[in-house]
Structure formats: structure tokens, C-alpha cells
């Protein structure tokens, strides 16, 4: 009885078995770490030097010291945190190891938890370099934000797990022909999610668009916090509620994808 019931519940060791897995994988290849590293100090320099132009020249950004780098480091999570989540599935889909999984004990909830806590390791690898040389260049200490940016890491954090899920299941659905949206997909977001810009500067239509994306609110918030020193909870908690349905919809999604692909049989094929 003991061992049918754990199957039916979700085992760590299973879990902590595949992050191991991943973690060996990315140890295995100094490329795959130094990608990590590269995009986000390449980035933090980029827009780090056009805000100290900037500041030299504009009253607002001199009151608003860090907003653009702000902008450009919590960006990043939101978009680092799906990519660590979606390439960790395209690795399984690459070595055509999907089917073994799935025929597996390792149920897909377990699955799904393996490559959430890998995009945190992956996160942490590639923004913990960026943020302290944002520190050591610009003096801007992200982590000087306080209590506030655990909010808007969890919420950024919840919102690309949710897309980084919904997407592999459309990789695992329809194959690698599709390993594009991967990649592209939150950039789609971007100019609706107001991550350099106030949501007023959208057409009055688009706002409400704006205001059904939860790094909307995050980044609202974090203008809020910089530019007038106040902590806007109303933001974060509205996200949070976002959040929350996304990520059941999208795990939801998974798990119907998931049905249909092991019906058509694509699984063994590597999802092509």
C-alpha cells in the first residue's frame, strides 16, 4: 500500500533527480553557462552608459536615478526565467528522451516542478552577475529595493513559468517546428507590458490590453517605488491574482497538449 501511494503522490527524489540531471548537463558545457552570463552583463552595460547619458541631460531621469536599469534587470527575470524553464524542456526534446520520461514514473506534475526550480538555478547564474555589476558601474543596488522586490521578482517569476509551460506544450504538440515561439513569444509581450514607458503613453484601447498582463503592474510599481518612494501593494496583489490563473490555465494547457501528443504518437518521435 505504501508504494502505491507514493506513486500516486509527487516524490522529491524524482523531482530532485531530474534538477539533478539538468545541473549536470549544464555543468558539462562551459558554452551553456557563459550564455547565461553574456546577455544580461551585455545588456545591463548597454542601458546602464545610455541612462548616465541620459541623466546628464533630463531633469526626470536625474530624480529618477536607476528606473531604466530597474526596468532592464527585472526584464530580465521575467524573460530569463522563461527561457531557463523552456530550454530545460528543448534539451529532452534535442535528445529525443521525452518518450522515456513520460513512460516513466516521473508524472508530469513532477515534471513541470524539476524545470520551474531549474529556471530559478539558471536565473540566479545569469542576474546575480548582472545586478552587481550594475552595482560596481552605474551604483544602482537592486537589492536595495528591499521587501518590494520580492514581489516583483515572485510575480515576473510566476508570469514566465506560465509562458514558459504553455509554450513547451505547444513545442511538444506540434514538434521542434515550433521551437521558434520558444524564443520569440515574450518579446511579443514586451511593448504591452510597459517595461521602459508608463502604461498612459498606449492608446486608450491598448491600456486595457496592458492592464490584463500581470509584469504590467510589476513594472508600474516598481516607476512607483523609484520615482515617488512609494510601495504600490495594490499592483502586486492584483499580479498575484493574474498569476494565479495563469499558471493553472497554462498548466492546464500542458496537460491537454500533453494527451494529444501522446495520442498522435509524437512523443516517440521526438515531437517532429
Request: aromatic share 14%.
Amino acid at each position: 500500500m505504501s508504494t502505491v501511494a507514493a506513486h500516486r503522490g509527487i516524490s522529491f527524489h524524482r523531482i530532485g533527480a531530474m534538477i539533478l540531471r539538468y545541473w549536470y548537463l549544464l555543468l558539462s558545457s562551459w558554452p551553456r553557462l557563459l550564455e547565461l552570463m553574456y546577455w544580461p552583463i551585455l545588456q545591463v552595460i548597454t542601458w546602464g552608459f545610455l541612462q548616465s547619458y541620459i541623466a546628464q541631460n533630463a531633469g526626470f531621469f536625474a530624480r529618477a536615478g536607476g528606473t531604466l536599469i530597474g526596468a532592464v534587470i527585472l526584464w530580465d527575470i521575467l524573460f530569463r526565467g522563461q527561457l531557463g524553464f523552456s530550454v530545460s524542456f528543448l534539451e529532452e526534446m534535442w535528445a529525443r528522451n521525452l518518450g522515456n520520461l513520460m513512460m516513466s514514473p516521473l508524472k508530469p506534475i513532477e515534471f513541470l516542478l524539476a524545470l520551474m526550480a531549474m529556471s530559478l538555478i539558471r536565473l540566479a547564474i545569469g542576474v546575480i552577475p548582472m545586478t552587481l555589476l550594475a552595482l560596481f558601474l552605474f551604483h544602482f543596488n537592486v537589492y536595495g529595493l528591499g521587501l518590494p522586490l520580492i514581489a516583483f521578482f515572485c510575480n515576473l517569476i510566476f508570469t514566465s513559468w506560465s509562458v514558459g509551460i504553455f509554450v513547451s506544450g505547444l513545442v511538444l504538440r506540434n514538434g521542434l517546428g515550433a521551437e521558434s515561439i520558444v524564443w520569440t513569444l515574450m518579446f511579443a509581450l514586451m511593448p504591452l507590458s510597459c517595461i521602459y514607458y508608463p502604461v498612459g503613453v498606449l492608446p486608450h484601447w491598448l491600456q486595457y490590453v496592458a492592464w490584463s498582463l500581470p509584469p504590467t503592474y510589476v513594472f508600474e510599481g516598481m516607476r512607483a517605488l523609484l520615482t515617488d518612494h512609494v510601495f504600490r501593494a495594490d499592483l502586486m496583489i492584483d499580479a498575484a491574482l493574474l498569476n494565479a490563473g495563469l499558471l493553472v490555465a497554462s498548466i492546464a494547457a500542458f496537460l491537454a497538449l500533453l494527451r494529444s501528443a501522446r495520442r498522435q504518437g509524437s512523443l516517440l518521435g521526438g515531437g517532429e
